[in-house]
């Protein structure tokens, strides 16, 4: 799992596939708890999913309605609430521009990881899932890699060829911030903040699905004093 679209609410981008800013942000404590944030924004293309959402089925899937995306997301906060190391949990889904956030603070990154994880398979029709073996970050104190879950590539891939256009008009930020300073890291397209305590990197959904390991790095901080 490489956490670069929409993981909790892949209904929604199956049905709603558009133009989408996503943000991915995680702050990582030196003792490896933190917070995690995560953004989809599909207002720019709101027009065309109220057409969509207008539809009783599309292309042979029923379309879910306002009420079935908001209590289905209300279930999955819910879930997410009830695991191991996980509190704080919030999901916002504002139906009016589609836009969805969730927020969670875990006590470790393999309470953050495991959470997920045990998400998708519940809410996955697949009985296995291979990407689910992959852990997308690693921390050990003085250093955390990061990758991009093949599960949401995959997602990207599904998407049909007149919505490529979208996809690089489309944008995915992904922000790692820490307690303490970053001493280097080995993405190119990274870049450090003034205060040299995040690493931020930029890209396109289309360029993601094209070459996930565009958004993997290993980010090293300067040792505790």
Not at 10 to 36: A, H, K, P, R
Not at 109 to 116: D, F, K, V, W, Y
């Amino acid at each position: 799992m490489k956490m670069r679209s929409l993981l909790l609410l892949s209904t929604v981008l199956l049905f709603l596939s558009s133009c989408i800013e996503i943000i991915d942000d995680v702050q990582v404590n030196n003792d490896g708890s933190g917070t995690f944030k995560y953004t989809i924004n599909l207002s720019a293309s709101k027009v065309k999913i109220n057409s969509i959402l207008a539809l009783d089925s599309l292309e042979g899937q029923k379309v879910p309605s306002r009420t079935e995306i908001t209590d289905r997301i209300a279930a999955i906060s819910k879930k997410l609430s009830a695991k191991q190391g996980i509190s704080n949990v919030s999901i916002d889904a504002n139906m009016t521009d589609y836009i969805f956030k969730l927020n969670c603070d875990f006590s470790s990154i393999s309470a953050l990881q495991n959470a997920l994880k045990e998400i998708v398979k519940e809410e996955s029709k697949e009985q296995q899932l291979k990407e689910l073996d992959h852990n997308w970050m690693v921390w050990d104190g003085t250093r955390l890699v990061r990758s991009i879950p093949d599960i949401t590539v995959e997602q990207t891939k599904k998407l049909k060829s007149e919505d490529i256009e979208l996809l690089k008009q489309g944008n995915y930020t992904s922000i790692t911030r820490f307690e303490r300073q970053v001493d280097r890291f080995e993405n190119d397209n990274a870049v450090l903040s003034k205060n040299k305590m995040a690493v931020m990197i930029k890209t396109n959904p289309y360029l993601l699905s094209q070459n996930y390991n565009l958004l993997e790095n290993t980010i090293y901080l300067v040792p505790n004093k």
